[in-house]
Nanobody, 123 residues
């Protein structure tokens, strides 16, 4: 399966952005999906995950209340809506396909990774 992330860009602090991730090669409608991010010089960190049916969403503490993960299984696509963006949200955002129907916060829960899309938040 290939994961293609898109929608990154430059946005001002306080603004919003939606990134998308489309799966091809194999449907992931039975798998949990997740988003991680990696800022320069930092480790990759968990952002959000969602279960196969759209339920069971989990969020990292730093994005809780500002970001929303969703999915459209008919389009084989998962979304991350990011509101109230802060400069510290600047990172490359990676989508990932889970091993099971629900996926957690650990990178070990995921077997497929996209190439990432860069989000830059200016102050």
């Amino acid at each position: 399966v290939q994961l293609q992330a898109s929608g990154g860009g430059l946005v001002q602090a306080g603004g919003s952005l939606r990134v998308s991730c489309r799966a091809s090669g194999r449907a992931l409608s039975n798998n949990g999906m997740g988003w991680f991010r990696q800022a320069p010089g930092k480790e990759r960190e968990f952002v959000a995950s969602i279960g196969w049916s759209g339920g069971g969403a989990l969020y990292g503490d730093s994005v809780k209340g500002r970001f929303t993960i969703s999915r459209d299984n008919a389009k084989n696509t998962v979304y991350l809506q990011m509101n109230s963006l802060k400069p510290e949200d600047t990172a490359v955002y990676y989508c990932a396909g889970g091993r099971r129907s629900y996926s957690g916060k650990s990178r070990d829960d995921y077997t497929s990774w996209g190439q990432g899309t860069l989000v830059t938040v200016s102050s």
